[in-house]
């Protein structure tokens, strides 16, 4: 589910995070693999989205093909950081990023380009209407998905998975649109830091 929240307070919700893993994927310095089913250029992706599902799969292995494969809400974020954010450039990195806490665990996808305008299409997204040029299918599955929360941070350069353990997903704010047409929760204190570009 998309949901209303800053990465702080996302944060704040898993009592003691720590970041247990970080890499610094550069797409054009992973192994080649020939026999990926990815279309050309994104091999890549293929190895890496498996060697961070075998890493996850302590805390999330029910969960492998809901992260991994095609449609998978990893691979999603990792492609769209690649060809959106990177602008398909293999030579620029990809920061992925696991924190784990007490109550859950975390996983940031960074990309090294100039974000997009996250309240503008979330708000045309939960409105119907048009939201990329291109595409846009993987944030359908995003707002789709029971068992996990996907946010972004405020510039739309982070994506962010939230899984909280035990029955902790029920904390979680959807995001939606009120009769008005205005950001259910924006009021709250999690909407004002979502302002704070600082976010990562």
């Not at 995070?17 to 797409?27: A, F, N, Y």
């Not at 991994?68 to 809400?73: M, V």
């Not at 045309?124 to 048009?130: H, N, P, Q, T």
Request: proline share 6%; glycine share 10%; aromatic share 10%.
């Amino acid at each position: 589910m998309l949901l209303t929240i800053s990465p702080a307070a996302a944060m704040a919700l898993l009592d003691h995070p720590t970041v247990i893993r970080e890499d610094l994927l550069v797409p054009s310095s992973m192994p080649a693999c020939p026999d990926a089913p990815y279309r050309n250029g994104y091999d890549w992706l293929f190895v890496y989205e498996r060697q961070i599902a075998r890493f996850l799969a302590t805390w999330l292995s029910g969960f492998r093909y809901a992260l991994i494969g095609q449609n998978g809400l990893l691979c999603e974020a990792l492609s769209n950081a690649f060809s959106h954010g990177n602008g398909r450039n293999p030579d620029r990195p990809i920061r992925v990023t696991v924190i784990r806490g007490r109550n859950g665990l975390i996983v940031r996808v960074q990309d090294d380009g100039g974000g997009f305008a996250v309240a503008q299409v979330l708000h045309r997204f939960a409105d119907g209407k048009k939201y990329f040029l291109t595409a846009g299918n993987g944030l359908r599955h995003m707002a789709a998905s029971p068992d996990f929360g996907i946010y972004f941070n405020t510039a739309g350069t982070a994506f962010h998975l939230i899984r909280l353990f035990d029955t902790g997903m029920d904390q979680l704010t959807p995001y939606a649109l009120d009769p008005t047409g205005r950001r259910k929760g924006a009021g709250n204190s999690a909407g004002r830091a979502d302002r704070h570009k600082s976010d990562p």
